[in-house]
């Protein structure tokens, strides 16, 4: 036995001197951890995407509560930029909380530029809307974010249109601004997204009942489908009210952890993990999937698009 | 195409009618002609002051790709504001009688129906406690700014773009966003809740 693992050893032994390939040069240490991490993650081909991925959809990403500069942030980019190489989406929205902290130009780098250097590099868009730790006049400013020098602004794309508010500051100039633009807007999809939310379950701020009384009949009275938020550093699908579908992710940067307050409005909670969404809206269905930092698909779904808008979401999982 | 705009029209003028704080304060001081003119006073003043800051210091600057041109434009205009305002004082423009008229004014709000929904919104919107407020003092980095609740705004006189009232505590502040500066501002402000 002893002579068979001898004879073992010496095969290897050659073996190793005779066939391995010539040393690689050697490489900066980052760049080699980086290379590693490239290859231990999974292929795009095993990510879990619960997207049709229809001819002519448009297709998006959510993220909120996002701007620490930590790994966490970090994880959840990495993650998008996983998920972009495979769903091929083109833009994402921002819920607020953009930046944390100061606000000098090293600030951006490190919380905004550096996450999602991927993203930006493949060409993404950002949009970005106000949140209460944001600095509304440099945030306004700054291109990346696509805000053109406005604290609430429209967008289209496709059959969508986007409302980015202002929820630190809804003034009634404000408050005329997206009355008209709803009313004028003759979009299929009309999707609004702002800080604060006007429903939530979780325990730290809760609803903005007085934001709420204001927005929602516009909402009603227009046909908004969809509303994201984020302030509550959670993952929470709502069950539509008066027909909208109300949606906060306040967690991509953020965690607040085992924060909710269970009612019977909460159709989705999640509170474990950082998170991201990917959404994909068609002509009439918007599919969701949200997507945890450790690449966990923690709720998916659809809803169909009614002329008064019914956000029926079905819930897949 | 012209049956249509007819309705369209129509509805707008109902959105601003119903929506315009000039209609909540008018309601308010209906017949109150002291009221009226004191917040005519205040707008005269605000004008001024805009005037001023756009004449002396600088208009808001165009968007940028750099945020080092952002922080540099945002320090200069506020740099040139506090050097041409330095004898600034509180009360410049939330003058003793103009104060007091917002004080009755946010105290006549909140208690209305909808100062449960006020008071809950200021709760919600973390509240900055223990800043130290001072006019033509830049907005400190890094403090969150507590939205100011939408019934509130509808029932106080309306600003110019660019300027905006914004709670710090109970103080109501006036501030202006493009040099990032507090213009002035009245203390104690939010009356506190009584059961």
Known sequence: MQRWSQILLAALFVLSFGFAQPPAPAAPLLASASAAASEAKPSSKALDVRLPLANKSVRFAVIGDSGTGGQEQFQVADQMERYRQRVHFDFVIMLGDNI?????????????????????????????????????NGERLYKPFNMGGRRYY??????????????????????????????????????????????????????????????????????????????????????????????????????????????????KGFDTDRVFMIVEVTADHLYFQTISAHGQTIDAGDMARQEQPAAAAKNQK | MRALKIPVLLLQLMLLVTASPASSSSQTN?????????????????????????????????????????????????????????????????????????????AATLATKHGKKIRASLKHAEPVHGMALHVNQVYPQGVPLQSTPPTLLLNLPPLPKELEYRIVGHNLVLYDSVPDVVVDFIPEAIPPETN
């Open chain 1, 100 to 136: 944390y902290g100061g606000h000098r130009p090293s600030d951006y780098r490190h919380k905004f530029e550096e996450p999602y250097h991927a993203l930006l590099d493949a060409g993404v868009n950002f949009y970005a809307s106000l949140g209460n730790h944001d600095d509304p």
């Open chain 2, 30 to 106: 209906t017949g109150n002609e002291k009221d009226t003119q004191l917040i005519k006073d205040f707008q005269d003043l605000v004008n001024k002051y805009l005037e001023f800051r756009k004449n002396e210091a600088g208009s808001s600057p165009r968007p940028t790709n750099s945020p080092d041109k952002i922080a540099d434009t945002q320090q200069q205009l506020a740099a040139k504001l506090q050097d041409k305002r330095q004898d600034a004082n509180q009360g410049d423009i939330f003058q003793p009688e103009i104060a007091a008229y917002f004080r009755r004014q946010i």
């Open chain 1, 154 to 267: 429209s967008f289209k794309k496709g059959d969508i249109e986007f409302f980015a508010l202002d929820s630190n500051y809804m003034d009634p100039t404000q408050l005329n601004w997206i009355g008209q633009s709803l009313q004028q807007s003759r979009a299929k999809w009309k999707i609004s997204f702002f800080h604060h939310p006007l429903y939530s379950n979780g325990r730290m701020h809760g609803p903005d009942l007085d934001l709420r009384s204001q927005l929602t009949p516009l909402f009603r009275q227009y046909g908004v489908n969809v509303v994201f938020s984020g302030h509550e550093h959670v993952y929470e699908r709502l069950k539509p009210e008066d027909s909208v579908a109300y949606f906060i992710l306040g967690a991509s940067g953020k965690l607040e952890t085992h924060d909710f307050r269970p009612s019977d409005q909460m159709e």
